[in-house]
């Protein structure tokens, strides 16, 4: 093996870039694609209802409602949960943005509880210090694809008359205490983004059992309009009418992206057998390396292993986040950061948020990277991988036989 690291001239182990994630398309998905192209029906028509069906069958949940994307989806969900002006939500700070977006978009507040340093998910402990009389919901993530203690914090959210959102866009196909993620929280949304456990391009879905939440779910992702005789409440003027009840927007998913999705979905145990694998090798590989900390999955849940993300021990390293995470995009392996604490981006502080308030996140934030993990992944990209953060790791480490010893 080449012992030079590539960021001071040597040759990097791969010769072509290794992404931290992409979709895997194959022609059948193609055809589905196409077949719809040649159809009566561009948007919104028979295929989003079939995907919708095939979705909720999967999850083993009651409605699937499509939207353009899963930022779309989780602002249908927080006005639909009632959220409005002065409501706070909890959320996690270790997320997407859009986790927390989604609240500001109703006018609400998020408030930023801390994470578990071992799961990287919410604390309940954290979540119960910040509960306050005008908690109205708690947004979960389960972050990386591991379910959060979603038990424990559906007590809280039960004792406190709080609705629980869960933020499910690592977490397709994971399952809680043998409870699949999507039938656990009042809603559950899922990303279908191409980094995500199955594409539609762009695209999102929101799970529950509530019908209720179901009908205005429908109506705001088409302008708070609907057609249902059922559902009006003034005088019908004849078949052409239609009411708007409320403000919804154009959130609607299209049906090339429904029928894309509805062939992915067929994929998806797959997909996360092929995810699972490539962890195993990864866990073997990196277990005894002590400047390294994989990933720690707690015994009752199933993860569905969106990001591999592993943490510096920096005590044993002679050098800190950036340098690593360089040397390893130099030695052509993608890696990534999930995430930059929300709470600390330059909006966030401009709101008021301050710096300092989630010690762990910050914390965490400052030793972590995603390594490269998608179902398409060769075995010999996984060994690439693994090659270039032994490399990497064994010139930067202060333990014996590293290349830099103290
Ligand atoms: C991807 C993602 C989203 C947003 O989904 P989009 O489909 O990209 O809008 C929200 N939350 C988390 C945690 C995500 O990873």
């Known amino acids: 093996m080449e012992k030079k690291l590539a960021i001071l001239g040597g040759n990097p182990v791969r010769g072509t870039y290794l992404p931290y994630g992409r979709q895997w398309i194959d022609d059948d998905?193609?055809?589905?694609?196409?077949?719809?192209?040649?159809?009566?029906?561009?948007?919104?028509?028979?295929?989003?209802?079939?995907?919708?069906q095939d979705f909720a069958d999967y999850i083993g949940s009651r409605y699937a409602v499509a939207f353009a994307n899963g930022t779309a989806a989780l602002h249908a969900a927080c006005f639909v949960a009632g959220i409005s002006q002065d409501d706070?939500?909890?959320?996690?700070?270790?997320?997407?943005?859009?986790?927390?977006?989604?609240?500001?978009?109703?006018?609400g507040k998020p408030v930023f509880a801390d994470i578990d340093p071992i799961t990287y998910n919410l604390d309940p402990q954290s979540i119960k210090e910040k509960l306050t009389q005008k908690t109205k919901a708690i947004i979960v993530v389960d972050y990386a694809g591991q379910p959060a203690q979603l038990d424990i914090i559906h007590q809280i959210a039960k004792e406190n008359q709080l609705i629980v959102i869960e933020d499910a866009a690592h977490a397709l196909g994971a399952s809680f205490k043998n409870k699949k993620v999507g039938t656990i929280s009042d809603m559950?949304?899922?990303?279908?983004?191409?980094?995500?456990?199955?594409?539609?391009?762009?695209?999102?879905?929101?799970?529950?059992?509530?019908?209720?939440?179901?009908?205005?779910?429908?109506?705001?992702?088409?302008?708070?309009?609907?057609?249902?005789?059922?559902?009006?409440?003034?005088?019908?003027?004849?078949?052409?009418?239609?009411?708007?009840?409320?403000?919804?927007?154009?959130?609607?998913?299209?049906?090339?992206?429904?029928a894309l999705g509805r062939s992915q979905l067929h994929k998806l145990a797959k997909f996360?057998?092929?995810?699972?694998?490539?962890?195993?090798?990864?866990?073997?590989?990196?277990?005894?390396?002590?400047?390294?900390?994989?990933?720690?999955?707690?015994?009752?849940?199933?993860?569905?292993?969106?990001?591999?993300?592993?943490?510096?021990?920096?005590?044993?390293?002679?050098?800190?986040?950036?340098?690593?995470?360089?040397?390893?995009?130099?030695?052509?392996?993608?890696?990534?950061?999930?995430?930059?604490?929300?709470?600390?981006?330059?909006?966030?502080?401009?709101?008021?948020?301050?710096?300092?308030?989630?010690?762990?996140?910050?914390?965490?934030y400052q030793e972590i990277i995603t390594l490269p993990l998608y179902p398409q992944m060769s075995d010999k990209d996984a060994q690439d991988v693994i090659t270039a953060v032994k490399k990497v790791i064994q010139y930067y480490s202060n333990k014996k036989g590293g290349k830099r010893a103290q």
């Open 88 to 107: 706070e939500v909890i959320t996690s700070p270790l997320t997407f943005v859009a986790s927390a977006n989604c609240v500001l978009y109703v006018g």
């Open 272 to 364: 996360i057998e092929r995810r699972k694998q490539i962890v195993e090798i990864y866990n073997q590989a990196f277990a005894k390396m002590e400047e390294v900390i994989c990933p720690q999955i707690l015994p009752n849940v199933d993860s569905s292993w969106h990001l591999y993300v592993i943490r510096l021990n920096t005590s044993h390293l002679t050098a800190e986040r950036k340098a690593i995470f360089k040397a390893l995009q130099k030695e052509n392996i993608g890696v990534n950061v999930h995430y930059i604490p929300v709470h600390t981006q330059p909006f966030y502080q401009s709101l008021g948020y301050q710096s300092g308030s989630c010690p762990d996140a910050e914390n965490v």
């Open 29 to 52: 998905d193609i055809q589905a694609v196409v077949k719809v192209l040649k159809s009566d029906f561009l948007t919104t028509g028979p295929e989003v209802g079939k995907f919708e």
């Open 188 to 258: 559950t949304m899922f990303s279908l983004h191409p980094v995500k456990h199955i594409t539609t391009g762009e695209g999102g879905m929101i799970t529950t059992d509530n019908q209720e939440y179901y009908q205005k779910l429908i109506q705001f992702r088409t302008h708070g309009i609907t057609k249902n005789p059922k559902e009006l409440t003034a005088t019908n003027h004849g078949p052409w009418y239609y009411e708007m009840q409320m403000l919804g927007y154009n959130y609607r998913m299209t049906d090339i992206q429904a």
